[in-house]
């Protein structure tokens, strides 16, 4: 069974940072783009991050861009996004997806797996 498993959610003072991770098991997605969707309350699922299968390509949502970094490593088969400077308007569900293809997508229909999200709050 193909799993995308979440961690690193938590409650967090503006300002702060936090390191989420995405840790797959199932089988492998080293050859596969992976992105990195929120989804605040009463809001649709957003874009934040995608990252090509080697790493070497990354793309990000203009709303985190500067203060984000996802990151991969393919031996351990997880993804992470590291996030400085958290505003309240951070706080979401963040949700880890695997994409079809190897490179970086911006688009939910890309994505064929999805985590179960982790929350992020961002007390101001």
């Known amino acids: 069974q193909v799993q995308l498993v979440e961690s690193g959610g938590a409650l967090v003072q503006a300002g702060g940072s936090l390191r989420l991770a995405c840790a797959a098991s199932?089988?492998?997605?080293?050859?596969?783009?992976m992105g990195w969707f929120r989804q605040a309350p009463g809001k649709e699922r957003m874009f934040v991050a995608a990252?090509?299968?080697?790493?070497?390509?990354?793309y990000y949502a203009d709303s985190v861009k500067g203060r984000s970094t996802i990151s991969r490593d393919n031996a351990k088969n997880t993804v992470y996004l590291q996030m400085n400077s958290l505003k309240s308007e951070d706080t979401a569900v963040y949700y880890c997806?695997?994409?079809?293809?190897?490179?970086?997508?911006?688009?939910?229909?890309?994505?064929?797996?999805w985590g179960q999200g982790t929350q992020v709050t961002v007390s101001s």
């Open positions: 199932g089988r492998t997605f080293s050859n596969n783009g």
């Open positions: 990252i090509s299968w080697s790493g070497g390509i990354t």
């Open positions: 997806a695997a994409a079809r293809g190897s490179y970086y997508y911006t688009a939910d229909y890309e994505y064929n797996y």
